[in-house]
């Protein structure tokens, strides 16, 4: 469980970034190995995706770039390390629970798994008038961290059909983006 320091791994804690919560690079003339996670996210969420990326620099340790990032041998060493924490006191139940449920076949990405989500999301602070999109009600108007405002429509599939309030486009959400309730 020594990865860091067995492997001389450059850790950064970042600012949070909005398409990533974490990052590996491998070696290059430059310097070892290099994570980065956001500093933004809960005690937990921060350990999975530190354990998500330190299954990239095991893989790549084992593969170099000869298979794909978050591919077969991906997974099963994201799940190999995954299992060292589960069941071990680590973790609150409910936490644990989910991330047996995808330590089978993992997700790309944490953010793909929508279950482990919701329940991470449960460790955050609260933030007063934030909603995941699929806890809005049918045509409830709601922003964006940009601040557009939309409509919530229907679910189709996996996600929610929503018009854009300004300019009538459609544009689809996941069930659990995170959005503010608009006036």
């Not at 398409?19 to 070696?27: E, N």
């Not at 990326?53 to 994201?78: C, D, M």
Request: aromatic share 10%; proline share 3%.
């Amino acid at each position: 469980m020594a990865y860091i320091t067995t492997f001389k791994v450059h850790l950064t804690i970042t600012r949070e970034r909005q398409s990533l919560l974490g990052d590996y690079r491998h070696p290059d003339r430059k310097g070892g190995h290099r994570i980065s996670v956001n500093g933004n996210l809960n005690k937990y969420a921060f350990l999975i995706t530190l354990l998500h990326e330190i299954a990239h620099l095991v893989t790549f340790i084992q593969y170099a770039n000869s298979v794909p990032s978050h591919g077969r041998e991906w997974k099963q060493e994201f799940s190999k390390i995954l299992r060292q924490f589960v069941g071990k006191g680590f973790l609150p139940d409910d936490v644990e629970a989910a991330l047996r449920q995808s330590m089978h076949n993992p997700a790309a990405s944490s953010c793909a798994d929508d279950n482990l989500i919701r329940v991470l999301k449960r460790y955050d602070k609260r933030r007063e008038n934030h909603f995941f999109v699929e806890q809005l009600a049918l045509h409830q108007l709601f922003k964006t961290r940009d601040g557009r405002i939309f409509r919530k429509g229907e679910r189709i599939r996996k996600r929610y059909r929503c018009e854009e309030v300004a300019t009538n486009r459609i544009y689809l959400f996941s069930p659990i983006y995170e959005v503010e309730l608009a006036g």
